[in-house]
Every structure is written in C-alpha cells, then in structure tokens.
C-alpha cells in the first residue's frame, strides 16, 4: 500500500512552491545545482532517468548536455503540467532565438523529455534501461521500506558502471522533532573578559571596578539533536500544514546504499561555494551522493 501524499498537488502549497526561488529562476535558483552538475559529469549520449522530476529542470538540462533519452518520473500532475509549459516555453524562445519554427522530426529534431506520472513507491522501471539515474530533493518524501525497493529498482534499471546522483534534506536538518526544526537560541555565561559586541551582562557586583573579572554571556544559537536516531516520519508546515518527510539517519542512507550494491563515488554535506557564514554551513542542509553500479 503505498504512502506517498502527493502534497504538491494540493493548490495552496503548489502556489506557494511557485514562488520559491529554484521554481522561479530553475537551476540558478539552487545553489547546490554546480556541485551536483560535477557529480553528473558528462551526460552526452546517456540515457538520463530523473525520479521526481517537477518542473523538469534537471531533464531540460540533460537535454541541453547531449543526453540520448531524457526521463522524468513524477507524481503531481501540476508539477508535470508546469514541466511542459516550461517545455514549450524554452521551445518558443529557441525558436524566436533561431528565426524559425522547431525543425521536423525526420530532420535531425532535439531529443524531448518523456515525462511520465508514477508513484516512486509504484513505479516499473525497466531493466538496464539508464546509464544515469538522478533525483534532487525527492527521496526524503519516500518511507524506508520504499525507497529501499526503488534502490533496488535503480540498481537493476542502471547498465553496468551507471551512475545515481541525488540530493535529500540532510538527516540532521530534518532530524529535529520536539524541539521542531528550527534554530534555539540560549544564553550561555562565557569566559572571564571575553565581552561581546553584541550582549553582555555583568557577574559581580564589582565588575565596572574589575574588568578582568568581567563576565560575558553570549547568545548562542544550536539546532536541537535529541530526536536524531529516531527514524521515520516527520510532519511539518512547509509552505502548507501537514507535509509529510521521512528522516533516515546518514548511517541508514549509506548502508542502504551499500546494501544494494553500490559503491559510493561522491558524497557532500555542503557545496561548491557555500558561504562560511551561513546557517547551512553550521547545520549541513542537503545530502549529495553519487553512487556507481559495479
Ligand atoms: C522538492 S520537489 C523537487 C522537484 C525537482 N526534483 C527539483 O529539484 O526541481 C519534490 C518532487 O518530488 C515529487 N514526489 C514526491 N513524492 C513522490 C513520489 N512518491 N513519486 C513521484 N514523485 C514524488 C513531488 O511531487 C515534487 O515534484
């Protein structure tokens, strides 16, 4: 019995999921996108599989990288209806930009993505069928149970040496359940004299008169951990109340990885110029994995 909830076909979260940077400005919205194009490496004559595919950014660039066939598996219906509204406009703006209308298909035409409406959780894939299998940020959607036999669907669906690439919501981001998943903040007395610009309390009553006996407390913020080996659903407001995400923790994506066969090439917490300073960098945001079938 499959569990999928399918909430970006719900109007008020698909409307707000409309407005989010990366449905708006497509791959120069995600800033994960160049390290993950580096894990995809060469796509030319591949046949590319993307499961999840949304509004169809990864399997327009595939197209565009000289990919053989391009694939996108999905479950929302208006997801796939934006996927080819942006088809067609990409088409349209190709055109203009040639002067002419898109040449026939026995003229040499581009290769168009094959969308396809499946449940992950349902879906056939057919045996060496794709020699690289993509997903960005869909996987979390999925139960462990499901996702394990889509692993073991991706596995026989790639030829020898085919690759897997995909991004999920980093176990520790999505770990948190009581506190929720956001940053707490704390006061915490600090070292003797170490005064920060930006609080600070004096301990003693003397202090003015002592500054080396001066203390400082400090607003420290922490994201809260102590739900982290508690896998399973995780049911947050999200652009909507109720989304529905499964937390596995790193040591359960990667063995069930390894489970399955695959040896794993490529695996980040962070990417390609990620500002030091940022949130994501104090709490990893997304997984990148690339993994290969031996
Ligand atoms: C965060 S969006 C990412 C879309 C796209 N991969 C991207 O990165 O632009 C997650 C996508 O996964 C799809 N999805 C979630 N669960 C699914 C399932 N069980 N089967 C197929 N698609 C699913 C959603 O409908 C949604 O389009």
């Known amino acids: 019995m499959p569990d999928a909830q399918n909430i970006y076909d719900t109007p008020s979260f698909f409307s707000a999921y409309a407005t989010l940077p990366r449905s708006q400005h497509g791959l120069a919205g995600a800033p994960e996108w160049p390290t993950l194009r580096t894990m995809l490496g060469d796509l030319q004559n591949k046949r590319f599989l993307d499961?999840?595919?949304?509004?169809?950014?990864?399997?327009?660039?595939?197209?565009?990288?000289?990919?053989?066939?391009?694939?996108?598996?999905?479950?929302?219906?208006?997801?796939?209806?934006?996927a080819r509204e942006l088809d067609r406009e990409l088409?349209?703006?190709e055109e203009a930009e040639r002067g002419e209308p898109r040449e026939r298909a026995d003229q040499g035409r581009k290769v168009l993505v094959e969308y396809i409406h499946a449940n992950l959780e349902t879906v056939d894939l057919e045996p060496s069928s794709a020699d690289v299998v993509f997903s960005s940020l869909t996987l979390h959607y999925l139960p462990t149970p499901s996702l394990s036999?889509?692993?073991t669907q991706i596995h026989s669906a790639l030829t020898d040496k085919g690759i897997l690439v995909f991004s999920v919501e980093h176990p520790i981001a999505m770990?948190?359940?009581?506190?929720?998943?956001e940053w707490q903040y704390t006061?915490?007395?600090t070292t003797i004299n170490a005064v920060d610009s930006d609080t600070k309390t004096s301990a003693g009553a003397d202090t003015d008169s002592n500054p080396e006996a001066q203390s400082a407390t400090r607003n420290f913020r922490y994201w809260?951990?102590?739900?982290?080996?508690?896998?399973?659903?995780?049911?947050?407001?999200?652009?909507?109340?109720g989304v529905v995400k499964y937390h596995r923790t790193v040591e359960t994506w990667i063995n069930m990885l390894l489970v399955k066969g695959f040896v794993i090439e490529g695996f980040r917490e962070s990417w390609d110029g990620m500002a030091a300073d940022t949130g994501e960098?104090?709490?990893?945001?997304?997984?990148?994995?690339k993994v290969r079938k031996e």
Not at 175 to 181: E, R
Not at 224 to 241: I, T
């Open 281 to 289: 960098r104090e709490r990893p945001y997304y997984l990148l994995v």
């Open 91 to 93: 088409e349209l703006q």
């Open 187 to 189: 006061r915490t007395a």
């Open 175 to 181: 770990a948190p359940i009581d506190p929720p998943a």
């Open 51 to 82: 499961l999840g595919c949304g509004y169809g950014w990864y399997c327009r660039y595939a197209v565009s990288a000289g990919a053989r066939s391009v694939k996108g598996v999905e479950i929302s219906e208006r997801m796939l209806g934006r």
């Open 149 to 151: 036999q889509l692993l």
């Open 224 to 241: 809260p951990l102590n739900a982290y080996s508690k896998e399973g659903p995780r049911v947050v407001d999200w652009l909507a109340p």
